[in-house]
Nanobody, 124 residues
């Protein structure tokens, strides 16, 4: 199992930007499809974005399309989430997740490895 550590969260004003990073170790990173999920207080963990092993394909939740971009650098064993035009409703703990798969699942059940999460707070 790959180990995942997120970073880059913080407090930002509405309309601002943040870039999250997720560093992987202990596995062959290029074998893993990667995803980002988020969980707000009192809510279920929800899908945000995912990327295939090579980075050729991505998919996004409707709520973040056009504002967030997922990318990866297999040489650095890292996946990123660039978040622009942030809104207060984007406030949540953001988790990265990995799975050995040809596809990039949009379901929590599709992932076997999870990070501990990083807090993102967007003030209005």
């Amino acid at each position: 199992q790959v180990q995942l550590v997120e970073s880059g969260g913080g407090l930002v004003q509405a309309g601002g930007s943040l870039r999250l990073s997720c560093a992987a170790s202990g596995g062959t990173f290029s074998s893993y499809a990667m995803g980002w999920f988020r969980q707000a207080p009192g809510k279920e963990r929800e899908f945000v974005a995912a990327i295939t092993r090579s980075g050729a394909r991505t998919n996004y939740a409707d709520s973040v399309k056009g504002r967030f971009t997922i990318s990866r650098d297999n040489a650095k064993n890292t996946v990123y989430l660039q978040m622009n035009s942030l809104k207060p409703e984007d406030t949540a703990v953001y988790f990265c997740a990995g799975t050995i798969s040809l596809y990039a699942p949009d379901s929590r059940n599709g992932y076997s490895s999870w990070g501990q999460g990083t807090q993102v707070t967007v003030s209005s």
